[in-house]
Each structure stands twice: as structure tokens, then as C-alpha cells.
């Protein structure tokens, strides 16, 4: 009876979780936005008055194109809209351009879209089978998890304040996962495939879906053990994942291979040459390894181990510049960083594959995917750590180990967003929200898993806590400094190493605890 109530009244609190967040980011409107806001005026005015020809080769603006071909024909799909509200919006050679207008239909149309995440939440939602019984709705886990993915801090200020699409996207990344959840392993494949030519960056966690679709669908029994049946292997369903993939490519891709343009559109979506890290270090392994240079290079020259007429004065005093030059420690290329990734992703996709553990497991071999393509990625922008903290809600209501992992890199991670919105307005507003969604994960999983032992041990607790001092000083003492003007760089780098630190570390919990779980043979011959 409790479950049909919960059916029954589920309708409703969903749709007033979703109605509440939905209105919160109209109240955002108004909010500081950008570069990212002239980079999507500029692709509607590309994709609206250019013929597909020109698309990838169009460069007026320095924002040039550097999506899939199907984001580009998802800005040419909005233009026709936006010229409605103001057709100088659309005009290539208006840089910069932001009328009241033309930033009411572009907040808009990251709501309007985000239509599609919160369907894809609650697809999600169903899936999660409800073990714990719970009188109050709030401490259903779906209740939680609505919560976590629909409030999710970081998509609400990079997506509505900073401005960005990734709510669809991740609407798109979410729906895939749910249909996989639910064995519609078809529908997964399809979204999933229709998703890499939205945004490449998903690719990081292709490695997931192909093993995962390989040893479920693919294969379709069991034996007693859970070990593979490989004669089960079903041809006819590696062909039709095959024709998916092949056919969504082929619409994505085909007219561009038609006109002889795909090494341009490639090496649009590819370009090498912006440098190891981003303008502001993403908090991974690089920050870690540029600090450390940083550290070696100063004691060298304390020490005349290094001389200083020699080492490039960006390197020293620029900080954080997009060509970082290393001074101690061997300079990293693309494929170094190609080759870190592929070593730090493989234990995961072979724990899928030797260990299966059905949609958990999957949802951890995705997870540590996008965490050790972020770690170790080339010209990882900071934003990436969504693609990791989104997918790790639907774990953390499971169990009680991945809740503490999931505390700690949402928190640390959300927080390594803070020097994205770095205008004095919208501080409050950035505190407000990061202070009112870490409070409810923490409430919400302490109680949801109240019977088991703490999700935090005391050093994990202490590192936490740290994030509030490390925030007062880089937003309040350090601006009152005389160090502002010689070292402007000084806030940012210590919140990227600090926030490094616990990312790192939440990443290596998460594979040990992948690596040393006893394998479960409850699996059913299919």
C-alpha cells in the first residue's frame, strides 16, 4: 500500500521539485554570464545565415564552431526561433553582441531544453528500486535523488549563470543510462550514440557503454559462476548496436564527408594546440604536476640549482597561462596524457567485464571513466567533473560507501567551480546555493543510511571543513593584500591544488572499492 501511495503522490512532488528549480533559474536571468554567451550567439548567427558549407570554416569571431555537427544543427534549430525575438542577434558580424532580448531567448532556451534532463531524472527515479521503506517522502531515495540530480549545484551556476547547454546533454547522458537500467539496451546505445555527436567530450565514457553493451546485450547468458557463456554470443545483436552506431555517424558526419570537409570539422573538434591545461587548472593531476614544477622551480633558484635568466617568465610569473612551459619536470604532449588516460581507465572496464555487476557496476565503470579522463585528460576545462558527479547520485543512494565517495567529490568539485563566477554580485548568490545543496546531500544520505556507520571518517571531515577558511581568504583577505597586484594568479591556483587533493583522493577510493568487491553471483541466465 505504501508503494502504491508513493506512485500515486510520486507525480506530484516531482513536478514541484522540478517547478521550484525551473523557477529559481528564471530568477537567474538577470545573473552574470560569460564568454560561453557570445560563443552560442555566434553559432546561432553561423548556423542561421551560412549555408552548411561554411560552418567549420567561418571565422569572424574567435569563438569559432567547434562542436558535432549535431549541436550545430541544434543552434540552427534555435535560430529560427531567436529571430523573433531580435534579428540582430543573428547577425555574424555583431561580436559581442547582447540585447535584453537576445539574453532573455538564450536563458530561456537553456530552460526550455532542460525539459529533457528532468525527464530524464525521472526515468532515472524509476529505476531505483525502493529497498528502504520510509514514511516520509523525504527520505525516500528517489525523493534523494531528484533532489541531487535536479538541484545539482554545479549544472545550476555553469549552466544558468555561467551559461552553458549541459542540462540537455546531460538529460541525453542520464536518458541512455535509465534505458540501460532498464534493459531497453537499444534505446540506451541509440541515445547514447546521438549524444557523442551533440558534444564529444562524452567520449570519456564511451569505454562504459561499448563493454558494458558488449557483455549484456551482446552476449545474452550466464553461466552458474556469472561467468561469460560464450556461446551465447548473439551476432545478430552486435549488428544492430553496429547499425546504430554506423547510422547515427553517418547522419552526423556524411554531409561533411560529402564535401570532402571532415579533417576540417576534426580538427576543429580537436585542437591540440590550446596547451595542456585550461586558462584556470582544472583541479587534477596536471594542477598537481604544475604546482609541483611551480614548488622544484622556486627551491631551484633559492637554491642556484636553476638559473633564472633561463627559465620563460610566463612559466614563473604568469601562472596560469593556457602554454604552460615546464621548468624541472619533463613538458607533457598530447599522447602522454592520451596514454595516462587509456592506463587509468582500463582496471575499471576490465572490472565490468570480469565482474559484472549488472547497472551498478556499469554506473561505476562510467563513472571512474569520466574521473580518470578528467584526471588526466589533455585541456581539461573544469566544468568536466559534472560529467562524473551526476552519475555518482544514482550510487550514492545505493550504498553507504559510494555516499561518503559521492560527499566528497561533489563538494570538493562544486566548490573548484566557485572561480567561475568571479564578479561580486553573484558571490552570494554562489555561497547561498553550494551552502543549501552540500547541506542537504550531507542530511539527506546521513539519514538515509542512519543505521550504518559514518559516510565520513574524521581526516575526510577535516579536508571538508577546510574549503570554508581557503574560501575566505581567496574571496575576503587576499584582495586586501599587496600580493593582489604581483600574484593575481595565487587564489586560483590554491583552489585548484586543494580541490586537486580531494578529487584525486575520492577517485582512489572509488577504484578500491571497485577493485576489491567480492564479485556477486547473482546472475541470471538471461
Not at 6 to 14: I, L
Not at 229 to 246: A, D, P
Not at 441 to 459: G, I
Request: aromatic fraction near 16%; charge should be positive; proline fraction near 5%.
Amino acid at each position: 500500500q505504501a508503494a502504491r501511495a508513493m506512485a500515486a503522490g510520486g507525480r506530484g512532488w516531482f513536478r514541484a521539485l522540478a517547478l521550484g528549480v525551473s523557477f529559481l533559474k528564471c530568477l537567474l536571468i538577470p545573473a552574470y554570464y560569460s564568454t560561453d554567451f557570445e560563443v552560442h550567439r555566434n553559432w546561432l548567427a553561423i548556423t542561421h545565415n551560412l549555408p552548411l558549407s561554411q560552418w567549420y570554416y567561418e571565422e569572424t569571431s574567435e569563438w569559432t564552431l567547434d562542436y558535432p555537427p549535431f549541436f550545430a544543427w541544434f543552434e540552427y534549430a534555435l535560430s529560427h526561433i531567436a529571430k523573433y525575438f531580435d534579428p540582430q542577434m543573428l547577425v555574424v558580424e555583431n561580436l559581442n553582441y547582447a540585447s535584453r532580448a537576445t539574453i532573455f531567448f538564450q536563458r530561456l532556451s537553456v530552460i526550455f531544453t532542460d525539459t529533457l534532463f528532468i525527464y530524464a531524472v525521472h526515468e532515472c527515479c524509476r529505476c531505483i528500486n525502493g529497498k528502504r521503506a520510509a514514511k516520509d517522502i523525504l527520505e525516500k531515495p528517489t525523493f534523494i535523488l531528484a533532489v541531487l540530480l535536479l538541484w545539482n549545484f554545479g549544472l545550476l551556476i555553469v549552466d544558468h549563470i555561467h551559461f552553458q547547454y549541459n542540462g540537455f546533454l546531460f538529460g541525453l547522458m542520464l536518458l541512455s543510462v535509465a534505458r540501460l537500467c532498464q534493459k531497453r539496451y537499444l534505446e540506451g546505445a541509440l541515445l547514447f550514440a546521438v549524444l557523442l555527436h551533440f558534444k564529444h567530450i562524452y567520449m570519456y565514457v564511451a569505454p562504459a557503454y561499448g563493454v558494458y553493451l558488449l557483455r549484456s546485450y551482446c552476449f545474452t547468458a550466464n553461466n552458474a559462476d556469472g561467468s561469460l557463456k560464450w556461446r551465447s554470443f548473439s551476432f545478430l545483436h552486435l549488428t544492430l548496436l553496429g547499425l546504430i552506431v554506423c547510422l547515427v555517424s553517418a547522419l552526423s558526419l556524411g554531409p561533411f564527408l560529402v564535401l570532402g570537409q571532415l579533417p576540417q570539422v576534426i580538427s576543429r573538434l580537436f585542437p591540440f594546440k590550446r596547451g595542456l591545461c585550461h586558462a584556470y587548472w582544472a583541479p587534477n593531476f596536471w594542477a598537481l604536476y604544475n604546482a609541483m614544477d611551480k614548488a622544484l622551480t622556486i627551491l631551484g633558484l633559492k637554491c642556484n640549482f636553476l638559473d633564472g635568466k633561463k627559465i620563460p617568465k610566463a612559466s614563473m610569473t604568469g601562472g596560469l597561462v593556457q602554454e604552460f612551459q615546464h621548468t624541472v619536470l619533463p613538458s607533457v604532449t598530447p599522447l602522454a596524457t592520451l596514454i595516462c588516460t587509456f592506463i587509468a581507465i582500463l582496471p575499471s572496464v576490465f572490472c565490468l567485464w570480469f565482474k559484472p555487476q549488472g547497472p551498478r557496476g556499469f554506473l561505476q565503470c562510467l563513472v571512474l571513466c569520466a574521473l580518470s579522463a578528467f584526471m588526466f585528460g589533455w585541456h581539461v576545462h573544469e566544468k568536466a567533473i559534472l560529467l562524473a558527479i551526476l552519475p555518482l547520485s544514482l550510487l550514492s543512494i545505493q550504498r553507504s560507501k559510494d555516499a561518503g565517495i559521492y560527499l566528497i567529490l561533489a563538494t570538493t568539485g562544486h566548490f573548484s567551480l566557485f572561480p567561475l563566477l568571479f564578479t561580486p554580485p553573484e558571490l552570494p548568490i554562489k555561497i547561498l546555493l553550494m551552502l543549501l545543496f552540500t547541506v542537504y546531500s550531507f542530511s539527506s544520505l546521513k539519514s538515509l543510511f542512519r543505521r550504518e556507520k559514518p559516510l565520513l571518517n574524521w581526516l575526510e571531515t577535516i579536508y571538508l571543513i577546510q574549503l570554508v577558511p581557503l574560501e575566505v581568504f581567496c574571496e575576503i583577505i587576499f584582495p586586501l593584500t599587496p600580493w593582489k597586484q604581483h600574484f593575481p594568479f595565487v587564489p586560483l591556483l590554491l583552489t585548484s591544488v586543494y580541490c586537486a587533493l580531494g578529487i584525486t583522493y575520492a577517485w582512489l577510493k572509488l577504484y578500491v572499492s571497485v577493485l576489491t568487491e567480492r564479485i556477486s553471483v547473482r546472475q541470471k541466465a538471461e
